[in-house]
């Protein structure tokens, strides 16, 4: 038998019982349909959930500080432009910031004096760090290229000095600096960041004591997978620059967190492919049962078509080929149910997906389909060859 006549037999004979097939093609579809919007979405989705940082935090923060009690005497720690420089071009930096940062400076307002910490930073820092500012405005490039004596202060500055009063536009005198308070911070995952006033990283480098060096860079990584790579690149780049202090060097991220959120994800996708799993197989056993049975009515049909010269393997071709048609059409249901759901969650989740992904997930459904197809057949096909033509003619 040709294979031109084999899926034209096979085409006739699915659309004559296809009311019998419709739950195994519904079941197929559902299951290839959830497939494709799983796999296309699920990277989108990560990439979204990976940029939104108040809902990560510190989590894909890699830091890169110096072990002091490593340091040599006759090296004050440092990083220089061109380390900033090479760590930009790493391919998983999402944001980098700089600052140093210096505890229990004397802070004057009136005739009142305080100890707080005091961070010189950059621009970026506050949407590296995911830190909000409730009043007021956050440090700008500007500040830093004009040396303004501004600051932002956190909410336990505000309220010891100003007694829980509005500090925005009053000025307060920090390690001999008159700074104009611009910003009130509203909320920072580090409870110490509460107790800081920060100031453009450019008037702490040059003119507050022992703040003139770089030793603190912050990269946001694009996504958590992203972490444990950008740490190792982060800090093969800083040992190439500086091999004499490499020992020195602490570049670190919050391991047990990024594991967490992982583990998490893991989870989540264990289960939702195990249900998508469930449902493809509960297809394919609808498919063997219809088949099952339509091997037992045209009983009759194949001892006349064995009568007449038809082989074994013609008689198992022909049911496996009306198997693969069953599931083959449930995979073309399902690829545009999948499509259409991408679109519809593309919207929901304010994202766009790759088409190489979306590509590769209905490749990769088709291809699940074919071996659904074969596999739901086998048994069928194997039983409707094994007949006798004479029993199969006597058979009733």
């Not at 920090?174 to 100031?199: Q, R």
Request: proline letters at 2%.
């Amino acid at each position: 038998m040709l294979l031109n006549d084999l899926l034209k037999t096979a085409f006739k004979q699915v659309y004559r019982n296809k009311r019998r097939y419709k739950a195994a093609i519904i079941g197929t579809a559902m299951g290839i349909a959830g497939l494709i919007a799983v796999v296309t979405m699920g990277e989108a989705v990560q990439n979204t959930l990976g940029k939104n940082l108040e809902l990560l935090g510190n989590a894909t923060i890699v830091k890169a500080d110096w072990d002091f009690y490593r340091t040599p005497r006759w090296h004050h720690g440092q990083y220089t432009e061109k380390d900033l420089e090479d760590l930009k071009k790493l391919p998983g930096v999402l944001r980098i910031s700089v600052a140093q940062w210096k505890t229990k400076v004397k802070t004057s307002f009136g005739k009142r004096a305080f100890l707080f910490n005091l961070g010189g930073v950059d621009a970026p820092f506050f949407d590296t760090m995911s830190m909000t500012v409730a009043k007021g405005r956050k440090l700008t490039e500007k500040d830093e290229m004009l040396n303004r004596h501004v600051c932002v202060i956190g909410q336990t500055v505000q309220k010891e000095i100003f007694e829980g009063g509005d500090a925005l536009g009053k000025d307060i005198l920090v390690a001999g600096l008159m700074l104009k308070v611009v910003g009130v911070l509203g909320g920072a995952e580090d409870a110490s960041y509460m107790e800081t006033i920060f100031l453009p990283i450019s008037v702490a480098r040059g003119q507050v004591l022992y703040m003139d060096k770089l030793r603190h860079i912050y990269l946001r990584a694009k996504d958590w997978d992203t972490v444990p790579i950008l740490q190792k690149q982060v800090e093969a780049t800083l040992r190439d620059n500086q091999p004499a202090y490499a020992d020195a060097m602490s570049i670190t991220y919050d391991q047990e967190r990024i594991a967490g959120i992982q583990t998490v994800v893991l989870i989540f996708e264990f289960f939702l492919f195990a249900a998508i799993a469930v449902t493809l197989v509960l297809g394919g056993l609808g498919i063997t049962n219809v088949m099952l049975a339509v091997v037992n009515e045209r009983t009759t049909e194949i001892g006349l078509r064995k009568a007449v010269g038809a082989t074994e393997g013609m008689i198992v071709w022909q049911f496996l080929f009306e198997s693969l048609t069953v599931s083959l059409i449930g995979a073309a249901v399902g690829i545009l149910s999948g499509l259409g759901a991408v679109e519809f969650l593309q919207t929901v989740f304010e994202t766009v997906v790759r088409f190489a992904t979306f590509l590769y997930s209905v490749m990769g459904s088709v291809l699940i389909a074919v071996l659904l197809g074969v596999a739901s057949g086998l048994v069928p096909a194997a039983r409707a060859g094994r007949l006798s033509a004479v029993d199969a003619m006597r058979f009733e």
